[in-house]
């Protein structure tokens, strides 16, 4: 069976709610009990310590085909951010701005209580795990960015720079949101196109498109973390990096990649103190769908270094 197909009961799952959909692939499922609410993440394997941080319409289903690569020597922790495709809503009043969610993601790396782990973060996931490093480095031991906002990108980048402006009114966004029940739409520029080169299935194409047309606090919290997107606190994040955090920063980038600047992570690499550029050829942005086993090569490496 390849990691990203549903075992049989986790495919009649599937087919009964496809935007609850989680591959077998990630591991256990858990809960942390966090002061902005439950958290859901997923663990699998033993070893040294990977945390996944995914962005914004996607779920712990993007790095399920990279867990299944590295399970056998790293334990694989992948979380369910409130990004957009999650199942369990925070709480009303969590703080889910830039900073909230940086803030979040550190929290739950303390309430995980693992040492000096590798965090790695993919699109927007990739900005959030630089405002929670820079925040709190004391739990980070290395930092992996794939294909994710830099010091020098607008968060959100464009196309998608107008998502703030929609998600201001939670009832519009919803409809705007509402095309992506056509997988024909998913697959426009304006939606995944430019982040997806390679076909995705069905199940873990629901599980990012439907989850917040399907349930009315989780597009709450989507219309939360887009309306208050902004570059500020991500380029602050990024260049206290660049000032005092020592640790190696793997920048795991597309030379196809059309939102994300190839030349900005060249960049960002240069004035880290320990940051290097690894090219992934043949990829989108969603280059844990692209080219996961390219991917988990890379992440093997460094995080045994």
Known sequence: ?????????????????????RAQALGERRELELAQGRLEYFDRGRGPVLVFAHGWLANANLWRKVVEQLAAS???????LPLGAHRVPMAADADLTPTGCGTLLADALDALGFEQVTLVGNDSGGAYSQIATAARPGRIARLALNSCETPYDEFPPPPFDGL???????????????????????RAPAAFGLLIKHPLDAPPSDSYALPCLCDDGVLRDTAKVMSSARSEPVHRAGHALIESFGAPVLLAWSPEDRVFAPAHAERYAGELADGRVEWIADAYSFTPEDQPAALARSLAAFASR
């Not at 790293?74 to 369910?80: G, H, Q, S, V």
């Not at 703030?164 to 998913?186: K, Y």
């Open 1 to 21: 069976m390849s990691a990203g197909a549903a075992s049989p009961s986790r495919a009649s799952a599937y087919a009964e709610e496809p935007h609850r959909w």
């Open 74 to 80: 790293f334990r694989c922790i992948t979380l369910d």
């Open 164 to 186: 703030p402006r929609a998600a201001r009114d939670t009832a519009t966004l919803g409809q705007l949101l509402g095309a992506l029940r056509d997988p024909a739409v998913r």
